[in-house]
C-alpha cells in the first residue's frame, strides 16, 4: 500500500530472520510463494527447490492447486524472480496463468480484480504510487482488512500526493518563470 518506506529497518530484520528460518516444509503454496518473492525482491539468494513439493509423481504441478487461487496468484507473481536455468519457475508461470485466466471469470470482487490486474501487469513492474492507489481501493473491500492500516495507508497517500503537487508547482513555476522573464520574447 505504499507504506513500506516508514518500515525499512523492521522489514529488513524480518525478511533477514525469514531468510535464516529454515522450517518451511509445512508453509502451503501462498506462503512458500510470497516468501519466496519477497526475499528474492530484497537480493536474497533463495533456492526455487522450495516448489518442488507441489510437484506431483510425474512432475506436474498438483491438480489440487488449481482451487487456491491466493497461492496461484502469489506463485505466478514469484515465478516471475526465476533466473535463467529455474525450469520449475517457467513451468510455474504457464501453470498459473492458465489456471488463473479460467478462475478469473468465476471469482467475486475483490479477488477477481487482483487476478485481473495481475494479469495484465505485475506488483513489482508497476509504478509505486500507482500500485498503491489500486490497491488501496481494493484492500478496503476485503473483510478481513486491518482499519489502522488501511487508514494509514490513506493518509499517508494523500500527503505524499499533496508534496508532489507542492513540488511539481515551484519546479513550473522555476522554469516558466525564468523562461518568460528573460526579455518576453522567444528566439
Same mark, same amino acid.
Given at each position: ?27 502451503? %503454496? ?8 519477497? +526475499? ?9 527447490? !522450495? ?32 533466473? @535463467? ?13 492458465? @489456471? %488463473?485466466?479460467? !478462475?478469473?471469470?468465476? +471469482? ?80
Amino acid at each position: 500500500m505504499g507504506v513500506n518506506y516508514h518500515f525499512e529497518k523492521v522489514i529488513e530484520d524480518a525478511l533477514e530472520a525469514i531468510y535464516h528460518d529454515n522450517n518451511e516444509a509445512d508453509n502451503d %503454496l501462498y506462503t512458500t510463494s510470497l516468501r519466496f518473492r519477497l +526475499l528474492r525482491e530484497h537480493g536474497f539468494d533463495v533456492p526455487c527447490e !522450495a516448489f518442488y513439493k507441489f510437484k506431483d509423481e510425474e512432475w506436474n504441478f498438483k491438480s489440487s492447486l488449481m482451487n487456491d487461487v491466493q497461492g496461484l496468484l502469489e506463485l505466478y507473481e514469484a515465478s516471475y524472480m526465476r533466473v @535463467h536455468g529455474e525450469d520449475i519457475l517457467n513451468e510455474a508461470i504457464s501453470f498459473t496463468t492458465t @489456471h %488463473l485466466t479460467l !478462475a478469473a471469470a468465476t +471469482l467475486a470482487y475483490p479477488l477477481s480484480e487482483q487476478v485481473t490486474h495481475a494479469l495484465k501487469q505485475l506488483i513489482r513492474r508497476g509504478l509505486l504510487m500507482v500500485e498503491a492507489r489500486r490497491y488501496i481501493s481494493i484492500y478496503q473491500d476485503i473483510e478481513s482488512h486491518n482499519k489502522a492500516l488501511l487508514e494509514f495507508a490513506k493518509i499517508d497517500f494523500n500527503l505524499l500526493q499533496l508534496l508532489h503537487r507542492k513540488e511539481l508547482s515551484e519546479i513550473c513555476r522555476h522554469v516558466f518563470g525564468s523562461f518568460f522573464s528573460s526579455e518576453g520574447c522567444l528566439d
